[in-house]
């Protein structure tokens, strides 16, 4: 069975820059859509950015846009967020996602989650 495990959460000052990484076990995954999303405390989780089986297409939330980038490297079952001039409001739990109908359709759910990984940023 497909598994995902984030890396690379941690803290980091507003303005500053941080990469999180998702792999996925299987390397079947190339073929599917993969997602970024994120729980603040005391909020629902929403998404964040996901990208297409190939790459050609990316999705972002308003609140991301211009500032995350969402990429994979299907070489080696990765795909990455880079979060440049993060703010307060990112702080959150993210998370990778997999395995859903229709990518960048955020109503759609995603079947296959990572365990997390926690970004703090602070003033």
């Known amino acids: 069975q497909v598994q995902l495990m984030e890396s690379g959460g941690g803290s980091v000052q507003a303005g500053g820059s941080h990469r999180l990484s998702c792999v996925v076990s299987?390397?079947?995954?190339?073929?599917?859509?993969v997602a970024w999303f994120r729980q603040a405390p005391g909020k629902e989780r929403e998404g964040v950015a996901a990208?297409?089986?190939?790459?050609?297409?990316?999705y972002y939330v308003d609140a991301v846009k211009g500032r995350f980038t969402i990429s994979r490297d299907n070489a080696k079952d990765t795909v990455d967020l880079q979060m440049n001039n993060l703010k307060l409001e990112d702080t959150a739990m993210y998370y990778c996602?997999?395995?859903?109908?229709?990518?960048?359709?955020?109503?759609?759910?995603?079947?296959?989650w990572g365990q997390g990984t926690q970004v703090t940023v602070s003033s």
């Open positions: 990208i297409s089986t190939g790459g050609r297409r990316t």
């Open positions: 996602a997999t395995d859903t109908p229709l990518c960048g359709n955020w109503e759609y759910d995603f079947a296959i």
């Open positions: 299987d390397g079947t995954y190339r073929h599917t859509c």
